[in-house]
């Protein structure tokens, strides 16, 4: 139990171009998701709090205008890379909490690739 | 903003020996978790240590974590090859948001 699974798990797009990331809490409801980028070799970085119904809550320097979230489900959140450039070339992990508490689940992660 | 540090950055032993990673924090917290990432992987929940324990163990792990120093370690034992991976502590940063503050990580190689 507790999957979370991220569509897709790679993508590579023009610059200037708009990105979508699924993430989905597959055999539970999440309470809360959360999204994180990581840069190679470094640590995840928070950049929001999503729940489902509400607007999210984005970490300071993060621009909520560039990267849109929609929870639209207690099983599925969205990350939308708008007009995405070169320096958003990330790996976007997010998570999902609410089966256990004070544990969250990760998904396996999404490579972007801006050219 | 990242509170954990953790060190070593990079730690590299032969298959069998104990494997040692630290992990420092800023704030107060009311637990701290460890995990686990493969390369180019997502992550894998380890253990969780309430402020109020000091010690945890799991199978081959141990978790200390002592508060006045706001300082965690992870006791790797017996290692095995595919022990290799990348361990990161978090915190909540005693909020009850469920918001986790990653540390820097430590870049574990286990030899065969």
């Known amino acids: 139990g507790a999957v979370v699974s991220q569509h897709p798990s790679w993508v590579i797009c023009k610059s200037g171009t708009s990105v979508k990331i699924e993430c989905r809490s597959l055999d539970f409801q999440a309470t809360t998701m959360f999204w994180y980028r990581q840069f190679p070799k470094q640590s995840l970085m928070l950049m929001a709090t999503?729940?489902?119904?509400?607007?999210?809550?984005?970490e300071q320097g993060v621009e909520k205008d560039k990267f849109l979230i929609n929870h639209a489900s207690l099983t599925l959140s969205t990350l939308t890379v708008t007009s995405a450039h070169p320096e958003d070339s990330s790996f976007y992990i997010c998570?999902?909490?609410?089966?256990?508490?004070?544990?969250?689940?990760f998904g396996p992660g999404t490579r972007l690739t801006v050219l | 903003s990242q509170q954990g540090e953790e060190d070593p950055q990079a730690l590299s032993i032969q298959e069998g020996e104990n494997a040692t990673m630290n992990c420092s924090y800023k704030?107060?917290?009311?637990?701290l978790q460890w995990y686990r990432q493969n390369s180019g992987r997502g992550l894998v929940h380890l253990i969780l240590?309430?402020?109020?324990?000091r010690e945890k163990h799991s199978g081959r792990l141990r978790v200390t974590l002592d508060t006045s120093k706001k300082s965690s370690s992870l006791l790797i034992t017996a290692s095995r090859a595919a022990d290799t991976a990348s361990y990161f502590c978090?915190?909540?940063?005693?909020?009850?948001?469920?918001?986790?503050?990653f540390g820097q990580g430590t870049t574990l190689q286990v030899k065969p």
């Open positions: 240590i309430r402020s109020n324990e």
């Open positions: 999503s729940n489902e119904g509400s607007k999210a809550t984005y």
């Open positions: 704030t107060s917290i009311n637990n």
């Open positions: 978090a915190t909540d940063g005693s909020s009850n948001t469920g918001k986790l503050i």
């Open positions: 998570s999902a909490d609410g089966l256990r508490p004070d544990t969250q689940y």
